[in-house]
């Protein structure tokens, strides 16, 4: 993978070491230790900043942890560099660092590589050649892992590699029993029986051994220990395949002089019993962690407990699948018999009583009809006695409720009871429940492929839609691949597309009486009438998740009624609840609920429906905003829309209180309305709903979003014929036009169109308003005269209104303009001023960017130690306020002031949290301007190679995006890096950049000159 000269090894079985060249590296520092072994534990993987923070601080964070992060990280790298380890030992990433380093170079991976060598020679048939490989994989442990760091993560981390020591173990001595010596292995099993006395399998390795040494005595008190131990501590008896070898030992049973550990227990038993599990399918997929989850709980059962474990999940999702498919791998351990009886809870048949179930069952244990009770209570005593000289696995499918199921459990221990219902069974007491899940798309590719043949493979964009149109339910999945087995002359994008309508797969999955739509209309069936109508209207609403809110709006009852509701059809699996009071529908539940809808609601009705949710959502978005601090926005926005009273007044309560955390909560449900309301006819709500959005979406950096909804919006009020809200979806669409790049001169067009409006409506609040955003606009575009000039204009309208909120917002916005000018006197004072304003008219937001800008300007001044205090203030001003925007700002800001003064290590930290805010909120060119001033920061540490990539990024994003000036930058920054290794270099790219900055008249084309000006005299080599 990686080449490094010279005997490098990092070690962490056991103490970390550290050596290079045959020469150690000690290192002192407990946090250098910690943050090299999280690196090592994530070798050549990038392990994020906050993930090791919380190793190295657990959990006690220093302030600004990402600084005091970068700083370790900077020690430890000269520290591996004195000690003649090269500098990409450690990689910075923008998301956090890696260690980049080969299998050879680190003893766990190494051991690793040699357990799977291991591991794959055993499965060939080479047993002497595994055995030599896991003994040279165990021959790297010095000792535990990680030892002397104490830090939580990494004692979490020693315990599991501890584990995958002691299985290697396991594994190595299993072979070594097969190839003899085992008189050799018992002091080394009876060490690792005492280092771990848990370990069930260790004791039986341990037992086998002294049997074959001839030491018989010896192994059965090793037995009696272990028990004596597990029944104290514990307070249970080993498990059936230590119980199983002691007696087989007891009977010197000759055949445990051959084979291995863990076929000793798989070659007697007492008598199958009665076997009535139906078959498991050849095709089974996936489920590994669910089935290991029912292995490990059935452990559980010894001569004392029974376990219940309680699977439900969705209609199709493979229950009765898993529940067999666990019964069949668990038989051994229930020799007396393994039951199975369907109990028709969801079925045409009515659900079966325990009186019946209790009549079938008996019969499968063998009990003659005559001997069978006729009175329920006396089945049940006739059925639990049978049950206490037995030791049975029951399976009780397509259970009804924990009453129907309470009869038929086993009351004394050694019995398993598997238990699947659509439900949740939270009326029986003492189960362990589990939900399945369906299935990932890699596992329903391959039930696909397992069922249809090599042709899923062969067209795989086709098959992946067919698996999702499926919803990766496993009964879909398994009638889809059926309908291809079954059709060899089609291909699979034949389905595909007759499977495109979201309600396909209700007409064109069934096989024979297996039928998709007939599983879920079982379900739907057994609902409550209340039940019933929830779901059809929830399978109206248009967003992927929803709140009790939503659902009383659309059903029109009380928040009380409709959490009832949800209640029922969550218990039933029809709704599910990925996060407490938030519910989402499967898609192919959605798409039955709206089968549902149309053929039991008139379309009036449904259209009613939808109706009553806009308006809610339209409402509460209202509401919400009224907690967002600009006193100019809300103005606005009253202005904007002229509302009626809300249809369910009772709702808004919440959104009100919320505010802009309502709206984050909402954001995809709100996005998912506005289309819609477009998409189906209601455009009043399609463009007032954006509109209400428009505040929070701007803050947040959520400019995607606004071009999404504000398209539709633009649209809605064309077909209205509303000029007037054409001229403001065509405003606020401009404003994310403006900021996400790309469409510069499509945010001026849409301006321009809204000024023109406004001059002939006679508007001259809304005139200056879009006069102001046309500044902001030009700005971004990189036409500086043109904003200079617009500027000047907007400044002198705007003073004629006797409007103060707007006047503050004026001068804020010229100061900032001015700033990106490079008039930093002329920027200063309207700063200043608008400062002054926004505080008289108690605009918060307004006063964070005045103070960010107020800080902008004295850095570029000089006034380093004023500015940093403006800033940091600024930036709280604007977290306070949730503005990403500005947040992003400052904190780049402080960046560059720490670069100023030396302070790289804090400066990086201020340049990734502000990375991260541009990125979260999708603003490209904020981003860009990150990356180039990270890169200059990186170039300043010394750190050449990093700052190279992160201007390359930032050249590559600004082109994408046509952000001219951030392109000059990149190139400047290029150069920059490049003007000691290559002038020639740094010259073409300092000259691509002047050529730029020039054509766009940017005042950082004077700073490109005298750099060029100074490399052209710089002696050359």
Not at 555 to 582: F, I, K, M, N, Y
Request: aromatic share 6%.
């Amino acid at each position: 993978m990686f080449q490094y000269g010279g005997d490098v090894r990092l070690e962490i079985l056991g103490p970390i070491r550290v050596s290079a060249m045959g020469q150690e590296t000690v290192l002192n520092a407990a946090r250098e230790r910690t943050l090299l072994a999280n690196l090592l534990l994530h070798a050549n993987h990038t392990v994020p900043i906050d993930r090791l923070v919380d190793a190295l601080w657990d959990g006690d964070e220093p302030r600004n942890p990402r600084e005091q992060l970068h700083s370790c990280v900077s020690r430890l790298r000269r520290r591996l560099a004195r000690g003649g380890f090269p500098n990409h030992v450690i990689i910075t990433d923008p998301d956090g660092y890696r260690s980049q380093v080969d299998v050879e170079m680190v003893d766990l991976l190494e051991f690793r590589s040699m357990v799977s060598e291991a591991r794959t020679a055993t499965q060939a048939g080479h047993p002497v050649e595994a055995r030599d490989r896991y003994r040279a994989a165990l021959a790297l442990w010095r000792g535990p892992a990680l030892a002397g760091i104490e830090h939580q993560a990494a004692r979490r981390a020693a315990t599991s590699l501890e584990e995958e020591r002691v299985q290697a173990s396991i594994e190595c001595i299993d072979l070594e029993l097969t190839l003899g010596g085992a008189g050799e292995l018992v002091g080394e099993l009876t060490s690792l029986v005492d280092q771990h006395p848990y370990w069930e399998k260790l004791h039986a390795g341990l037992m086998l051994a002294l049997y074959r040494a001839d030491r018989q005595a010896d192994a059965l008190a090793a037995y009696q220990r272990v028990r004596r131990m597990l029944v104290d501590e514990l307070g249970q008896e080993p498990g059936p395949e230590l119980r199983d070898l002691h007696q087989r030992i007891l009977t010197s049973d000759g055949s445990l002089l051959h084979g291995t550990v863990r076929s000793s227990a798989a070659d007697v038993g007492s008598p199958a019993g009665n076997q009535c599990l139906p078959r498991t399918v050849d095709d089974f997929t996936g489920r590994e962690s669910d089935l290991r989850w029912l292995l490990e709980t059935a452990a559980e059962v010894d001569s004392y407990a029974s376990p219940v474990l309680a699977i439900d999940g969705m209609p199709g999702v493979g229950k009765t699948t898993l529940a067999v498919r666990a019964a069949h791998l668990l038989r051994p351990d229930f020799p007396d018999g393994q039951l199975f009886i369907d109990l028709r809870g969801h079925s045409d048949d009515p659900p079966l009583d325990p009186s019946a179930a209790l009549s079938a069952l008996l019969g499968q244990l063998g009990v003659p009809g005559g001997q069978i009770p006729a009175d329920l209570e006396e089945r049940v005593a006739r059925w639990r006695t049978e049950l206490t000289i037995r030791r049975v696995l029951l399976v009780l499918d397509n259970a009804a409720s924990g009453a129907q199921v309470a009869p038929l459990l086993p009351t004394s221990g050694g019995c398993l009871t598997l238990v699947t219902s659509r439900r949740r069974l939270l009326d029986l007491e003492g189960a362990h429940p589990r939900s399945v899940e369906i299935l990932d798309p890699e596992e329903a590719l391959t039930l696909l492929e397992r069922i249809a043949g090599t042709r899923v493979r062969a067209e795989p964009a086709d098959a992946a839609e067919v698996a999702k149109r499926c919803g990766y339910l496993p009964l879909a999945l398994r009638l889809a691949a059926t309908r291809l087995a079954h059709r060899p002359r089609w291909q699979v994008r034949d389905l595909a597309s007759r499977l495109a309508d979201p309600t396909a797969p209700f007409t064109e999955l069934s096989t024979g009486d297996r039928t998709l739509a007939g599983a879920f209309a079982l379900s739907y069936a057994h609902l409550s009438p209340d039940g019933q109508r929830t779901l059809r209207m929830a399978g109206l609403h248009p967003a992927d998740t929803f709140d009790v809110h939503a659902t009383a709006a659309v059903t029109s009852t009380s928040l009380g009624h409709a959490r009832r509701a949800l209640d029922e059809l969550v218990d039933a699996h029809l709704v599910e609840e990925p996060q407490p009071a938030r519910f989402r529908l499967h898609d192919l539940v959605r798409a039955f609920a709206s089968v549902a809808a149309g053929t039991t609601d008139p379309q009036p009705d449904r259209r009613a429906a939808i109706g009553r949710l806009l308006d809610y959502y339209l409402h509460a978005a209202v509401a919400a905003n009224a907690s967002l601090d600009s006193q100019m926005s809300r103005r606005f926005l009253r202005r904007d829309l002229t509302l009626g009273a809300p249809d369910r007044p009772d709702l808004l309560e919440a959104p009100a209180k919320q505010g802009a955390g309502w709206f984050e909560a909402e954001r995809p449900t709100l996005l998912a309305a506005v289309s819609c309301a477009a998409t189906q006819g209601h455009w009043r709500y399609a463009w007032q709903l954006a509109r209400a959005m428009w505040r929070f979406l701007s803050r947040r950096g959520y400019v995607a979003d606004i071009i999404d909804t504000h398209r539709y919006g633009l649209a809605a009020v064309e077909r209205l014929g509303d000029a007037d809200a054409v001229a403001t979806m065509r405003s606020c669409l401009a404003f994310a036009y403006a900021r996400t790049g790309c469409h510069y001169n499509e945010a001026i067009r849409h301006l321009l169109a809204a000024l023109e409006h406004h001059k002939t409506t006679g508007d001259r609040t809304n005139e200056v308003r879009i006069r102001w955003n046309l500044v902001i606009a030009y700005v971004h575009a990189g036409r500086y005269r043109t904003a200079a000039d617009e500027c000047e204009r907007s400044l002198t309208l705007v003073r004629r209104l006797s409007d103060t909120a707007a006047l503050a917002t004026a001068t804020v916005n010229a100061g900032f303009v001015y700033l990106t000018l490079g008039r930093l006197t002329q920027a200063l004072r309207h700063s200043r001023n608008g400062l002054l304003l926004a505080r008289e008219v108690g605009d918060n937001q307004l006063v964070a960017v005045a103070i960010g800008n107020v800080g902008a300007i004295r850095a570029r001044q000089g006034h380093y130690e004023p500015a940093a205090r403006l800033l940091r203030a600024g930036c709280w001003a604007a977290q306070r306020t949730s503005d990403r925007y500005v947040q992003a700002e400052t904190l780049n800001e402080l960046g560059r002031i720490d670069r100023a003064l030396g302070s790289y290590d804090r400066a990086v930290g201020r340049h990734r949290e502000a990375l991260g805010l541009t990125r979260e909120a999708g603003l490209r060119q904020d981003e860009c301007t990150v990356y180039y001033e990270l890169g200059r920061t990186m170039h300043a540490a010394g750190d050449t190679a990093a700052a190279l990539e992160l201007h390359r990024r930032a050249l590559a994003g600004s082109r994408q995006i046509q952000f001219r000036a951030g392109e000059a930058r990149a190139l400047s920054g290029t150069a920059e890096c490049l003007r000691e290794s290559d002038p020639a270099a740094a010259r073409r790219h300092w000259q691509q950049a002047l050529q730029l900055l020039r054509e766009l008249d940017h005042p950082e084309q004077h700073e490109v000159e005298r750099e060029l000006a100074a490399l052209a005299v710089e002696p050359q080599e």
